[in-house]
C-alpha cells in the first residue's frame, strides 16, 4: 500500500501527545504538554519542500504530507499558537482540555500539510472533533452541542462537494478550482461555515467564550484560519469570496462595538478580520493572497495574544464585562501591556503586525484596481480602533473603577503574552524579516514616512469619532440578538405557543417523535445491511447515500 512512511508530520506528533497526554500525571505531563507543540514547530522547518509522499488507498493518489511554502506559513502560524497556547494553559488542572488542545492544534497541522482531499476532510473532521471537546470540557454542554451541530452541517456539505468532485473529475488533488457546478459549491460551503462566513456567522461568537480561560486561546487560533487556507488552496479569485468577506467586515464591526462581554467582543472581531481574508482571497492576485495568508499569521498572534488577556482578566477576577471592569491597568501591568499590544496590531497602529499585513492586504487592492473595496475596507479598518483599541482598554482598564481582589497571574501566563507580544512588535518593526517566509510583500511600502503619516491621521480621526460618540458606545448588559437567535431561541419559543395552542396534542406528538426515532433506526439498520453488500456500486453513490443517512440523523436528532 505504502513505498515509506516518509517525513514525520507536525500532525502526528500533537495527535500522538494529545491522545496520549491523560497517561501521564504531574510534571511529566506537563513536559509532554509543553514539547510537543515545540517539536511539532521544529518539524514545520525541517521538512523539505516540495512534492509529498504519494499513498494508494482504494485507487486514489493521497498525499497526506505535502510540504510547500503556504503550508510552512500556516504550519508556523499554527506552531507558534499551539506553543504559546501551551505555555499559556500548563496550569490549566483540566487534562481533558489539555488533551483536546493538542488533537486540535494536531489537525491544524495536518489540514496545512495535507495535499489532497481526502486528508484534508479526515483532518478537518478531527478538528471539529478536538475544538468540541475543548468546549465540552469546560462544562458547557449545550454551546458545545450547538457548536457540533453547526460543523456536523460544515462537514457533511464538505464531504458532499468532495464526493461529487471525486465523482467528476475523478481527482483528489488539492488544486485551484472555481465554484461552477453544485458540487464545488457545496465544497466552497462547507468551507464557509467554518470560516465564520453569514448566515451561520454567529456560531463563533456562541462557541468560543464558553470555552475555559486556557480554551478559548486555542479556539481562536484554527478553526477560522485553516478554513482560509483552504480557501486559498481551493478557490482563489471566487468572486463570491468578495461580498462574503465585505460582509464579515461590516458584521464584525457592528457587533464588536455593541457587545459587552471581552471574549464575545473578540469573538466577534475574529468574524470581521477573517473577512478582510476572504476579500484579499477573492481578488485572487499572487499579492492578494500572499497578503490573505500573511494576514492570517498576524491574526493568529494577536487574536492569541487579546484572548490571553482576556483569559487572565477571567482568572484574575472572574469577570469579563466591560459594564462591571474597570481600573485593572494598575493592579495587572502586563496583561493591560498585552491587551494593548493585542488591540494595536488588530486595529493597525504602525509598528506592529497588524499594520503590516493590513498594508498588504491595501496594497493588492490598490494593485488590483478595487477602488472601492480598497475605501470600504480603510474605513473599517480604522473603525475597528473604535471598539478593540479604544472602547476595550478604557473600560476595562483605565476607567476609574471600584476597588476588587484581583488574583496573582500565573508566571507561565506571562511569559506567553510575553512571547507573543514581542513577535508583534518585532513583526512591525522588521516586517522585512517576513520577506523569506512571504516573498511578495517584498515591494509593499509599509514603513514609509507618508504611509504611516496616513494611517496615524486615520487613527486620530476613529480617536475622534470614539469621543464624540461616547456617550454611545458606552457597554450596556444585556443580550445583543443575533441570527442565533433563530436556532437559540425560536425553538423554545415555538414550544411554548404548542404548548398552550395544542396541549391536547402532545401526547400525539410525543408518539409521532417515537415513531420517527423508531423508524430510523429500522431504516439505518436496513442501510447499513445495504451498504455493506454495496461492493459493487460506484463511489460516488456509496457516499451520496451515507451522506443523505448522516444529513437525516442529525435533523432527526435535533428535533
Known sequence: MTETFGPLSPALVLILAGVLLPLFKGRLRDAIFLAAPLAALALVWLLPLGPGLVVDWLGLPLMPLAPDRMARIFGTAFGIAAVAGALYGVTQPNVAEKSAALVYAGAAQGIAFAGDLVTLFVFWEIMAIGSTLVIWSNGNARAGLRYALIHVLGGVLLFAGITAEIATSGSVALQAIRADDLGRWLMLAGILVNAGAPPLSAWVADAYPKASW????????????????????????????????????????????????????????????????????????????????????????????????????????GETRLSVLGGLARAMPLTSAALLVGAFSLSAVPLTAGFVSKSAILAALAEGQAGWLWFALTAISAGSLLYVGLKLPWFALFRPGKPREVAATA?????????????????????????????????????????????????????????????????????????????????????????????????????????????????????????????????????????????????????
Open 214 to 317: 486556557s480554551g478559548t486561546v486555542f479556539l481562536s487560533a484554527f478553526t477560522t484560519k485553516a478554513a482560509v487556507l483552504v480557501l486559498i488552496r481551493l478557490f482563489p479569485g471566487e468572486p463570491a469570496l468578495v461580498w462574503f468577506g465585505l460582509a464579515m467586515a461590516v458584521y464584525g464591526l457592528v457587533y464588536a462595538l455593541l457587545e459587552d462581554d471581552i471574549r464575545e467582543l473578540l469573538s466577534y472581531s475574529i468574524v470581521g478580520q477573517v473577512g478582510f481574508m476572504l476579500v484579499a482571497i477573492g481578488i485572487g492576485s499572487e499579492l492578494a493572497l500572499a497578503a490573505a495568508a500573511l494576514h492570517a499569521f498576524a491574526h493568529i498572534l494577536y487574536k492569541a495574544l487579546l484572548m490571553m488577556a482576556a483569559g487572565a482578566i477571567l482568572r484574575a477576577t
Open 411 to 559: 508566571w507561565s501566563m506571562k511569559a506567553a503574552m510575553a512571547l507573543l507580544g514581542g513577535s508583534i512588535l518585532a513583526i512591525g518593526c522588521f516586517p522585512s524579516a517576513l520577506a523569506g517566509l512571504v516573498p511578495e510583500i517584498a515591494d509593499v511600502a509599509v514603513m514609509t514616512p507618508d504611509h504611516i503619516l496616513f494611517q496615524l491621521q486615520l487613527l486620530i480621526a476613529a480617536s475622534c469619532i470614539f469621543v464624540g460618540l461616547f456617550p454611545l458606545l458606552q457597554p450596556k448588559a444585556g443580550f445583543t440578538l443575533d441570527v442565533d437567535w433563530f436556532w437559540r431561541e425560536l425553538p423554545r419559543k415555538a414550544a411554548v405557543v404548542w404548548g398552550l395552542a395544542f396541549r391536547p396534542l402532545q401526547g400525539k406528538a410525543a408518539d409521532l417523535r417515537g415513531i420517527l426515532h423508531g423508524s430510523w433506526r429500522e431504516v439505518s439498520i436496513r442501510a447499513v445491511a445495504q451498504l455493506s453488500g454495496a461492493a459493487n456500486w460506484r463511489t460516488g453513490r456509496i457516499a451520496f447515500w451515507a451522506t443523505a443517512l448522516l444529513a437525516t440523523y442529525v435533523l432527526i436528532a435535533a428535533l
